[in-house]
């Protein structure tokens, strides 16, 4: 049952003894405290006055962040009070083990309350004023010598003073966990002095009650603090109450053992942390000690907007250091083509800025990033092995971040890592049924030294192509893949397990192919092959092509274009179509001398010409279209219709 208590609290910013009346409730910061002895005041140095406007105006980004920081102090007091309790230190009797908050619209303060270590009144002098004490250099030497970072838990720093960015002024009750230890006042309004004094019914631990500017009113409303609360301080190790009701009822997930978090608990977090109403399709929770600290749970959306169209998405994954936030959507912890993971990670070793908001470029980040990274490729490897269906589902929508990071990766060892995951249909396999670039090295011949792919729009398409016939005819096996951006793509990978990967294209066009007329085949004689390919090459001119050659490399097409560069040709064709592109690119037309149309066509030149060059301009589109080159084929109308006349005509 609840009870009125009178009180005698001292008022930091009025300067006076105000008697007054509270209702006395449980998990609401209580006002008991009576000021005891006289007040002495201390002036703080020049250096921290500088450093306390710095952290009043620009060290933050946002000024809600005091509420973080304030409950990241009392955390730490907390955990260091139970390490103590460990070992058996004697200490003053309670069990309370929470921090509460209080907001006071009247009064206009925000009043935050732990019952941990708290402090005797030297520590709080030192404490309260390391930066005054030490100088801010030696405060940044003190933190970097530091190195296990425990001997700071539950100890104030410039995160305390981060209250002085809303607060006209600071009162700080706090009573040291050691037995006999007496309570104490702190107060100061940043502006260069505070004073301290004795204080009875001071209970174990530290308060803090923020007096408000008045523009910052905001920060004395419920809703307002509770929102700052969820969004930073969530997942907190223990409860945090505001206003007599625990706010961080959400466990984070990502400190259990993953044995200990069933489906549906792994659904709800993910609901939250990824702000989504879809569900995960995999989920990665691990944790590690060595080469860092580390604590991670990422997830993989059914559904992204990057797959509809839209705008490039945000990074995914929320930092936190010891379950505080400290950067939501976090860059620099994953690779950048990795934003389609949600999730959370959780290290102690991240070296942070003062603020605790912006990560330092260090080698530990670049170890973390290497860390997080390597988890995530080794546990899609091997979610493609569990469930083959489920990963091809997967690649197939998500395939474009994978094209992304290895284009972008920054060394060989991370495109071929990446590679790993990619996914193709095979001259080898039946239609629908897709291998990797790893399955296909274990099923290469002795002697190859590549691994080939085609580029096309189906497997129809690809089956179709005159580049596939010649390797087709070799037995060689030849990846498909039927995204327009993978011959740059692959391009960039360059070589896969000491082999090198090179489209079909490209091979050709810088293979040795010396043409012999073949036996028992119906073909041109090599005279008058190599007489018609030297009429075409004149005919279509150095704006189409390099050179005209007779090849024995096709058996059901007439011909086929090479250059040695074709993803650089369809990369042109896709951004505007150049006049000239045959010869820009050196383009080589290849004629077979066993198809018909070339064998009539070698006929027509000599007693047709105009209709030979018709058919001579076709067979070069045709290629073009083929090779996926011709970027807009409505040009050809009229000479197809020309042609259909010719054809009419002589029937």
């Not at 105000?18 to 910061?29: G, N, P, Q, R």
């Not at 929470?98 to 030192?126: C, H, P, S, V, Y």
């Not at 001259?427 to 580029?455: H, I």
Request: overall charge negative.
């Amino acid at each position: 049952m609840s009870q009125c208590t009178g009180f005698r609290w001292y008022d930091g910013h009025t300067r006076t003894l105000i008697t007054s009346l509270s209702m006395k409730c449980s998990y609401v910061a209580e006002n008991r405290e009576l000021v005891e002895g006289s007040l002495t005041r201390h002036e703080f140095q020049a250096e921290t006055r500088q450093l306390l406007d710095i952290v009043a105006k620009s060290l933050y980004s946002e000024k809600e962040v005091f509420i973080r920081e304030v409950i990241s102090n009392a955390s730490d007091a907390l955990e260091r009070l139970r390490r103590l309790q460990v070992t058996g230190q004697q200490m003053t009797e309670t069990s309370l083990m929470e921090i509460r908050i209080t907001t006071d619209n009247a009064n206009g303060t925000i009043t935050l309350q732990d019952f941990g270590t708290g402090m005797t009144k030297e520590e709080i002098i030192e404490n309260l004023g390391t930066i005054a004490h030490s100088g801010t250099k030696a405060f940044l030497s003190q933190l970097e010598n530091r190195s296990d970072g425990s001997s700071l838990i539950g100890q104030f720093g410039v995160g305390f003073y981060s209250t002085f960015m809303v607060a006209k002024s600071v009162t700080v009750y706090s009573r040291s966990f050691t037995p006999e230890s007496k309570g104490y006042v702190w107060m100061s309004d940043g502006s260069g002095l505070y004073e301290i004094a004795e204080a009875a019914n001071v209970e174990r631990g530290t308060k803090i009650v923020i007096h408000l500017k008045d523009e910052e009113q905001r920060f004395s409303d419920k809703t307002v603090v509770e929102g700052v609360i969820r969004k930073y301080s969530n997942f907190v190790g223990f409860p945090i109450f505001l206003n007599g009701q625990q706010v961080n009822t959400l466990q984070a997930l990502w400190t259990q053992s993953p044995n200990d978090v069933s489906e549906s608990q792994h659904e709800e977090f993910y609901k939250f942390i990824a702000d989504a109403y879809d569900t995960p399709r995999y989920h990665l929770h691990f944790a590690t000690d060595a080469p860092l600290n580390v604590r991670a749970l990422f997830y993989v959306p059914q559904l992204l907007p990057e797959m509809f169209g839209t705008q490039l998405i945000e990074p995914g994954v929320n930092l936190y250091s010891r379950r505080v936030l400290i950067q939501p959507k976090a860059r620099g912890i994953l690779p950048d083509w990795m934003r389609f993971v949600k999730g959370v990670v959780d290290s102690e070793d991240i070296p942070l800025n003062l603020s605790r908001e912006l990560l330092q470029q260090t080698a530990i980040i670049r170890k973390l990033k290497m860390i997080l990274t390597s988890r995530l490729l080794k546990f899609l490897g091997d979610e493609a092995k569990k469930d083959r269906k489920k990963y091809e589902k997967f690649f197939s929508d998500c395939g474009v971040y994978f094209r992304e990071g290895l284009i972008t990766a920054e060394d060989d060892y991370q495109k071929e890592e990446i590679a790993k995951l990619f996914r193709f249909e095979s001259s080898f396999e039946r239609p629908g049924v897709t291998t990797s670039l790893s399955d296909y090295l274990s099923r290469m011949k002795p002697n190859q030294q590549n691994v080939y792919f085609l580029c096309a729009t189906s497997r129809e398409m690809a089956e179709m192509s005159p580049y596939l016939e010649p390797v087709k005819a070799q037995e060689m096996e030849v990846l498909f893949s039927f995204n327009m951006y993978d011959d740059s793509v692959l391009g960039q990978l360059q070589k896969f397990g000491g082999k090198t990967v090179v489209s079909v294209e490209n091979y050709l066009a810088k293979s040795d192919d010396k043409y012999t007329q073949p036996d028992g085949v119906n073909s041109l004689p090599t005279e008058q092959a190599q007489s018609l390919a030297k009429w075409l090459e004149q005919t279509l001119g150095p704006g189409k092509v390099k050179e005209v050659k007779v090849s024995g490399r096709l058996t059901s097409h007439p011909a086929m274009l090479t250059t040695p560069e074709m993803s650089m040709a369809r990369t042109i064709t896709r951004s505007a179509q150049p006049e000239g592109l045959g010869g820009y690119l050196q383009a080589t037309l290849e004629i077979n001398p066993s198809h018909p149309v070339i064998q009539n066509l070698s006929e027509a030149k000599e007693s047709n010409r105009q209709l030979a060059t018709l058919v001579a301009e076709q067979v070069y589109d045709n290629a073009m279209i083929a090779a996926g080159l011709l970027g807009d084929p409505r040009r050809m109308l009229t000479r197809l219709n020309d042609l259909l006349v010719q054809a009419l005509k002589r029937e």
